[in-house]
């Protein structure tokens, strides 16, 4: 088992000792860091940043050819960790001879050691991992400001006690994986990318806040109770969706496709997209309708039959609906930005 120890707070210290460990190359891009790592030992990227708030996140997509225990080491501060598994799976502990608790695919943990206690992450060989984590940086202090980012977490995990550990894992959550996927997909770069990703982080955290809160208030509803092979299978039929609109999908051949129910598929959409599986669909062709009026040269009546919609009128209305114009006045919009850009 490889040993990798983190005894740094800061992110630019974070990647140098990561870099010893795992090897590779740093990149930095306006308060951002990316380990790029391609070995023998170590493949993939762990990507870093600091925010307002004191709050910071590192994402994890890494494959390992041993297994690795990544001891994080809090000797003057107890932040709290926010970790979503997005692939894979991992398993942490409240130092070396704590007991492992894993935390599987789709999951959230929360957790935050008493001060001078590590926290071990265990990444298991040979399998691709992504880890989202994000750290509210709690100091143990009494000079909080109490409208702090920081008081507020300490103050809704420990209720103004921190002498002990706090673990928790959630139910399975598959809207936490599709905000990820989006602050992955922030393809702007400097200043820009930096807020945009601020943004989506502070999200992310809310979500996994109130998940909290619904588990403990035992207010999940009865029919978000889909098992984790039925999620994977949603969260396929999600992408092949969001990559392909224009198909001509049918709750028959989605379910035939997954082996899941029409109910199943129904439940499971509205969970994660808070649409029907018809809703979802409508919703991506609109937006890849978007994307080719920006960019493409091609007309309206040839983005309709693009995307897979048959009636020209029927598009300009739900594309109305979604962008308060007409196709056509919002094609006529981007060109008059473009000229004077």
């Known amino acids: 088992m490889k040993l990798v120890t983190i005894h740094k707070d800061k992110i630019k210290n974070i990647f140098e000792e990561l870099?010893?460990?795992?090897?590779?190359?740093?990149?930095?891009?306006?308060d951002e860091y990316a380990l790029e790592v391609s070995n023998d030992f170590a493949k993939g990227t762990i990507v870093g940043s600091s925010y307002s708030d004191s709050v910071s996140s590192l994402q994890?997509?890494?494959?390992?050819?041993?297994?690795?225990?990544?001891?994080?080491?809090?000797?003057?501060?107890?932040?709290?960790?926010?970790a979503y598994c997005s692939k894979g799976s991992l398993s942490h502990s409240f130092g070396i001879t704590g007991v492992e608790r894993k935390l599987k695919k789709f999951q959230t943990a929360i957790v935050s050691s008493r001060q001078d206690e590590e926290n071990i992450l265990y990444f298991e060989k040979n399998i691709n991992t992504k880890l989202t984590l994000i750290v509210v940086g709690t100091q143990n202090s009494g000079t909080d400001n109490h409208d702090s980012l920081n008081y507020k977490v300490r103050e809704t995990f420990f209720e103004k006690n921190s002498e002990y550990n706090f673990f928790y894992v959630g139910s399975y959550n598959l809207k936490i994986a599709e905000k990820i996927e989006e602050l992955s997909a922030v393809t702007e770069t400097g200043i820009v990318r930096n807020l945009l990703k601020e943004g989506i982080l502070k999200i992310i955290l809310a979500m996994e806040i109130q998940q909290h809160s619904?588990?403990?208030?035992?207010?999940?509803?009865?029919?978000?109770?889909?098992?984790?092979?039925?999620?994977?299978?949603?969260?396929?039929?999600?992408?092949?969706?969001?990559?392909?609109?224009?198909?001509?999908?049918?709750?028959?051949?989605?379910?035939?496709?997954s082996g899941l129910s029409p109910n199943k598929l129904q439940e499971g959409f509205k969970m994660i997209h808070d649409r029907t599986v018809n809703d979802f669909i409508t919703h991506m062709r609109i937006l890849k309708a978007e994307i080719l009026i920006k960019n493409s040269d091609l007309n309206i009546s040839e983005i309709v039959y693009c995307i897979g919609f048959t009636s020209r009128s029927y598009f300009s209305k739900i594309f109305k609906q979604k962008f308060n114009c007409s196709p056509k006045?919002?094609?006529?919009?981007?060109?008059?930005?473009?000229?004077?850009?």
């Open 214 to 257: 619904d588990d403990m208030n035992n207010s999940l509803k009865e029919t978000n109770c889909l098992t984790l092979k039925e999620m994977e299978e949603i969260k396929k039929l999600s992408d092949l969706i969001k990559e392909n609109p224009e198909e001509q999908f049918t709750i028959k051949s989605l379910s035939k496709k």
């Open 60 to 82: 994890f997509e890494m494959t390992f050819s041993e297994d690795v225990r990544l001891s994080i080491e809090n000797p003057n501060i107890s932040p709290v960790y926010f």
């Open 19 to 30: 870099t010893q460990s795992f090897g590779g190359k740093i990149i930095f891009d306006s």
């Open 329 to 341: 006045e919002y094609k006529f919009n981007q060109n008059v930005l473009a000229i004077t850009a």
